[in-house]
């Protein structure tokens, strides 16, 4: 699976984003997928995941109630919709594929890595 993130961007904080991550070479729909991300000089964190269907998500305690991630199987393609964005959200935001959502969201097994897209949030 070919992973290609995109929709990132400088943003005032309280602003939003959506990212979007197309993919492409296999079943979309055969895999769940997940948003990390990266500050400098730290380690990539788990921002959230979602199952195959799309019935079941996961989120990082540092982005509930303002992500919100979605997908959508006859475009093959995953979204994160960040909102009440904070300084603290800046990073460069990987989307993965693996095999359960579950799996995703603790970073064990990512199956596949998109490159990542930048999002600065500004203060």
């Known amino acids: 699976v070919q992973l290609q993130a995109s929709g990132g961007g400088l943003v005032q904080a309280g602003g939003s984003l959506r990212l979007s991550c197309a993919a492409s070479g296999r079943t979309f729909s055969a895999y769940a997928m997940g948003w990390f991300r990266q500050a400098p000089g730290k380690e990539r964190d788990f921002v959230a995941a979602i199952s195959r269907s799309g019935g079941t998500t996961y989120y990082s305690d540092s982005v509930k109630g303002r992500f919100t991630i979605s997908r959508d199987n006859a475009k093959n393609t995953v979204y994160l919709q960040m909102n009440s964005l904070k300084f603290e959200d800046t990073a460069v935001y990987y989307c993965?594929?693996?095999?359960?959502?579950?799996?995703?969201?603790?970073?064990?097994?990512?199956?596949?890595w998109g490159k990542g897209t930048q999002v600065t949030v500004s203060s």
């Open positions: 993965a594929a693996g095999r359960q959502a579950v799996v995703i969201a603790s970073g064990s097994t990512i199956d596949y």
